[in-house]
């Protein structure tokens, strides 16, 4: 499985990665929390977290997993953060029109849900193994950058979920072409692991060195996870819980639908390879 130039999409992926500088703190206020091995306290939706600073900066960005904020270091909006801001509400902030803020809160949940789908869609035209439904992905491109343009009172009465039902029929068709190029490619492998299927439980399991390439691990709980060493390329991550899985020395680079917010969860190294717009978290170089 190989990548095509991004110049085959309407936008590039690196557009849909938060830009905090030009978004108005939306996920410190709009989004509720509870006190957890995530969270410190507990916190309703559409209040200020008490550590957001008047310059919509975090006060403890850089010591959020120490002061109890894990949440919110794993947490990523895909761009919708400056989008709401910036776009839907023209720059106008919830500070400055109060009247309005409610609305924003509510609109950017949904926001961040049109942006993930276009985080999967870019990806997916990116791949040579996709070529014979560009077309349709295209398509699907573009209509959900349009219900991103669409204004907040259209976006509150949006079924996000039949739109997403109706991505999801592209992903998995993305999902299935990937996987089976990659059986071609490795069929001789002896190694390989069974194919676990979405949702697949396996917490705390011992995948060092696995032989993963083309597994289907939509949604799997990998929660802990040994996967030192193991070869995840062309493997349908889409969804997969990696809280506290070991990625140390892993190969994710040629993945799918992976996203920063997962690999922020997990455990890893230096030697562990990303997709290129994934980075290695801070926390993974901290002791």
């Known amino acids: 499985m190989s990548n095509l130039s991004n110049s085959s999409t309407d936008i590039s992926q690196d557009h849909l990665l938060a830009d905090c500088e ?16 995530d969270f ?89 193994a996709t070529l014979s439904i560009h077309n349709d992905l295209r398509e699907a491109l573009k209509e959900t950058e349009r219900l991103t343009l669409l204004s907040s009172d259209d976006l509150m009465k949006l079924d996000v979920q039949a739109h997403r039902t109706d991505i999801n029929v592209l992903l998995l068709h993305t999902s299935e072409l990937v996987r089976a190029d990659s059986l071609l490619k490795h069929k001789s492998s002896k190694k390989r692991k069974k194919n676990f299927g979405r949702g697949g439980d396996l917490i705390g399991a011992n995948l060092k060195k696995a032989d993963l390439r083309g597994a289907n691990l939509r949604g799997a709980y990998l929660i802990a996870a040994d996967l030192r060493e193991a070869d995840l390329r062309d493997s349908d991550l889409i969804g997969a819980d990696f809280r506290d899985a070991d990625l140390s020395g892993a190969d994710l680079s040629g993945s799918i639908f992976l996203t920063q917010a997962q690999i922020n969860s997990a455990k890893g190294d230096i030697h562990t390879k990303l997709p290129p717009l994934l980075k290695h978290p801070p926390h993974w170089f901290a002791n």
């Open 40 to 128: 410190a306290f507990d916190k309703d939706g559409g209040n200020p977290c008490p550590n957001l600073q008047s310059d919509f900066r975090c006060g403890i960005h850089k010591d959020l997993r120490q002061k109890g904020f894990r949440g919110c270091a794993v947490y990523e909006c895909f761009g919708a953060g400056q989008k709401v801001s910036q776009v839907t509400f023209r720059g106008n902030d919830w500070r400055d029109e109060p009247e309005r803020a409610k609305q924003m809160f509510e609109v950017f949940p949904i926001m961040q849900q049109l942006h993930e789908m276009l985080w999967y869609l870019t990806e997916a035209l990116t791949l040579k």
């Open 22 to 37: 030009n978004c108005f703190g939306l996920c410190c206020v709009a989004l509720p929390f509870a006190a957890s091995a």
